[in-house]
């Protein structure tokens, strides 16, 4: 019999690779959806007649007990969060219920339910935030520097705490940043991208940014999803950092992907307080020594890569909608 996964958060970057990954392994794939006037199944449309969508809501407990009992799962994998920091800032109180005490009521549901279910939670690089050492490893202390990354915290602490209490196989991700041409149009790696894409395609003049010279360590999501599955297939449930162990500033992002169009950033790119973070994370680079040791994951896309591959996209995307050759 194929395994059962259920991914919440299915419809976002990381839910809709994690389901291409597991359809391939020959799983049947649940996703869990909020129900919502605005539900965006643009991302999984591919696969959408092979996964089965699930309704349920992180901010209600009986939701989330319902839905296990319904699927019954071998797997499951909480991406659902609320994911865009700079939201975090404008909606704190409700960051905190999704992405810190929907985690709780996730993992009471799989205690009371069936405690052998192997959940893995999905913690962030900006757990670390204002860095104590670099690089960072699963021992490196976390010093949050947003409401998003304080939630994540909580999260990844009480996955740990439910771990050690009801011997439950939970185990927490921390992933570095992760890009792909799935990525929201929010995220500064996309919006580089594609704003690239339309200045070259002569759609836009100028794009506005905020902090050039933050670092950040960027993989490829594809390649991130791989170690999620690989976590939960370990004989014992542990943490692990997940990070390509490199370190590029949105400067370099910005003029990889400008220059790949034959542009030069500099004449495109403006500076805007408004896109400055109130308390910034300056550098965040990974280590994930124990990942390729123990897991045996290792990243397969590199940064020009992921920018490249990235920039493609949006310039096909965009010749698509406004019907240019």
């Not at 205690?111 to 900006?126: L, V």
């Not at 792909?180 to 940014?209: C, D, H, M, Q, W």
Request: proline share 4%; no cysteine; charged share 25%.
């Amino acid at each position: 019999m194929a395994k059962k996964a259920l991914i919440t958060g299915i419809t976002g970057q990381d839910g809709s690779y994690l389901a291409d990954f597991l359809l391939e392994k020959g799983y049947e794939v649940y996703g869990m959806v909020r129900r919502s006037s605005m539900e965006k199944f643009d991302r999984i449309d591919h696969i959408k007649e092979r996964v089965h969508i699930m309704q349920a809501d992180l901010l209600d407990q009986f939701s989330i007990i319902k839905l296990l009992e319904e699927v019954q799962p071998d797997e499951l994998y909480n991406l659902a969060a609320m994911s865009f920091v700079p939201t975090s800032w404008n909606q704190p109180v409700l960051t905190a219920e999704f992405t810190a005490v929907g985690v709780t009521r996730i993992l009471e549901a799989v205690r009371a339910f069936n405690p052998r279910i192997r959940f893995y939670q999905a913690s962030s690089s900006e757990m670390f935030g204002k860095v104590k050492e670099i690089p960072q490893t699963e021992v490196t202390p976390f010093h949050p520097r947003s409401p998003y990354g304080v939630a994540k915290v909580y999260g990844h602490w009480i996955t740990v705490n439910y771990r050690e209490s009801y011997d439950i196989f939970g185990v927490s991700g921390i992933l570095f940043n992760h890009e792909s041409p799935r990525r929201g149009l929010e995220f500064v790696t996309r919006k580089v991208t594609y704003n690239a894409a339309r200045i070259k395609l002569g759609l836009a003049k100028e794009l506005r940014l905020g902090n050039l010279e933050a670092k950040r360590d960027w993989g490829f999501a594809g390649d991130y999803v791989k170690a999620m599955w690989l976590m939960l297939q370990q004989q014992e449930p542990d943490d692990f950092v997940i990070a390509t162990g490199e370190n590029h500033s949105v400067r370099e992002l910005v003029d990889t992907a400008f220059s790949y169009l034959d542009l030069d950033y500099k004449d495109f790119v403006m500076i805007d307080e408004r896109f400055i973070r109130p308390a910034e994370v300056d550098i965040l680079i990974g280590s994930s020594a124990k990942a390729r040791e123990k897991l045996g994951w290792i990243p397969s896309v590199n940064f020009q890569q992921l920018v490249k591959m990235m920039v493609d996209a949006d310039m096909k995307l965009l010749k698509k909608e406004y019907h240019l050759k």
